[in-house]
């Protein structure tokens, strides 16, 4: 409570009590000298009695307002209790107190009133803006911060517009108080009075000091407010701090350095801890703080003295993981400056996850070595297999090589016996012979085979072929074989399947024949059938095709669907055995359709019949590819003799070839090894060598060599090698060593005959026309 404007207001009013007494109402000095007749007396004592009356009306408004003030404790309902009063208890006909709005029309907001209003307000709205509704006592207070009387309502121009409700409420004149706090108007507080002139004089200054002291009481309530507001703001954020403090995982202690007299730290003083520091240190909180850290840890050196200080120094903050000595902990740190002097650090004992990863260390280690000796035992493991599986090829090479070349004579032989006279009984021992030599070639082939498939070692040979050609070229013999047994056989190809395929033909023939060969070897009556079809491929750019061969033969168990495409899987039932076999065919023939991106599989009934089908996946080749030249047997018979040199070590062999080849009209010079071949080349002339590869003393391929050197004939000729090493890769690898072309044992007469007329083209091609027949080649140039 302003207590000094009190003072100064009570001074003021005992001033205008003895002013009134010595000045009249216009504040001449009484003439006291001369006699006054009693109404004079009378009215003058009416008048000085208002005037204390109002005197009085003002004291009693700013006592009871400056109570209110002092007690109370919020702004809106001191506001209120301000108007109250000053209708009920003072006697003004209406009190109200606005607040400037920042509104387009500047209006006067009324936050509290009291008295008789009536909607005076509403009807006729107050604006501090400079216009005519801001013209009355409120709005020029408004704007100009001073106090501002309206002695008349009802006479007053500046009152036009609020004149007629005015009249209407009994409100003669009024008086607007500017609130300030500050030096910040705020609001205005304006009072309503039934007579005319009733704010001047001391009521006029009374009422102003009172607003003044209203407002100053405001100011000390907002300020108040404010404090508590940041008091009990402070009091939240310290309370969170404080339950931070003691949940907080991490040890935390705030240490003070010491230095000495040439600035050296040289200890710390604990300042605060936490509960967690009490925790994981085991030091009460009552002996850590403000002991010496030299005396608490017991340590001459207190620990991270250094640095702490440097943290102090630079303000940077530190983080760091050690070991604790005395404690056998590990910690994890980071240690800052809170304020200036001060250093906290926070930890966490960190001993456990320490240990962990120790331990996993130790395990990895443990482990890498064991991985490490995995390797190498793995890697002397793969060496072992390696060598194991190049000692396999090295055996099927050679088993290959050895089993082809008496194989070679066995059938070549039968071939050459079988063309004499013989007795019929003869004649069918022979056949039996070359039959059994052809199965022998085919269990030996199938053996081969699937050990190189199993060896991942087959790879498709791709080339552009005609399918009806293979088609045709694997049925036919079976359609024989078939007619033979008196079963019928059909093959079909439909329309639209693609004929100029892009894929292995070999292969494809191979994988036809072994199913189909298995339906003919497994009717006796009835009929196989064969269709070629076409399938929606997956691939835009091949075709699909599904190969269905049916059959009426004897038919498969269930239980042996699956087992029969595994290595050396038979059916063992008399009829099925009766037949002989390896069990190979359907695992190569199921390896061979996944190689060329398809599937095999089968149905089949027991006594009724097998249908098996398989699909296979090609290259599409756009324009037809050109068919291999046919050239009819009888006219390949009747070819230009040739002057061909044999290189064959193996006795049988060379008897088989070389009569062949002198049955066609050739002539024929053999030798049985290279360095002999070298030999006749260099006297005589030949238009090709058929030449073994392995013979004594030098094979074919050094033989090869030296020819194509020019250290023996015609560095031209044409040769071809004729050789028992037929598995997959070998042509290429004889082909590559110089020779022109390329046949492997046992012999095919058919394949003989075409690389013949290979030769033969070659030569005519290389040499003008020669008067002799017999010689196709340049003529021999001697080495020296
Ligand atoms: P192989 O015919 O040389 O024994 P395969 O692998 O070709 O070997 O066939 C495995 C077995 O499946 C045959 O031995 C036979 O028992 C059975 N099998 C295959 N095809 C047929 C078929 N069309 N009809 C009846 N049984 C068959």
Redesign the pocket.
Known sequence: MNTKSITRASLRLRKARLHHRLVDSQGNPEITACPEPVAVVLAEKQRLETLLWRSNRAVRAYCACSRMIVEASEELELLRRVCSTMVDTVGYRMAWIGTLADDPGKTVQPIAQAGFAQGYLEKAPISWADNDRGRGPTGVAARTGEPVACRNMLTDPRLLPWREEAARRGYASSLALPLKAKDKLFAILTLYACEPDAFEGDEFDLLVELASTLAFGIDALRVALERKEAAQALLQNEIRLRALYESMNEGLCVHDLIYDQAGQPVDYRILEVNPKYEKILGIPRDQAVGSLASALYRMEQPPFLQIFASVLETGEPAYFETYFDPLDLHFRISAFCPNPGHVAVLFNDITKRRKAEEDLKRLNDHLEQRVSEQTIALQSAKEIAETANRAKSAFLANMSHEIRTPMNGILGMTTLALKRELPEDVREFLQLVQQAGHSLLDIINDILDISRIEAGKVTLDMHPFQLDNVVASALKPLEIAARQKGITFQYSIEPDVPNDCLGDSGRLRQLLT?VAG??V???SRGSVVVTVRSLEPEDSNKAKLLFIVK?E????PQK?LRS?FENF???HTPA?LK?????????I?KALAEMMGGTIQVE?QLGEG?T?SFTVAFNAVESRAEAPRQVPSQARTQATPLNILLAEDDRISSMFASNVLKSWGHQVETVEDGQKALEKLRTEQFDLVLMDALMPVMDGMQTTELIRSGQAGDPHIFIVALTAFALQGDRERFLAAGMDEYISKPINLEELRLVLEKAHSAATRNTPASPSHTVLRAPFIAKS
């Open positions: 072994n298995n339906a070897k497994f009717t059959d033969g004897i038919g498969i042996n029969i899987e038979q059916v099925h037949h002989g076999g390896t069990g190979l065919g359907l695992a023939s089949s097998s098996f």
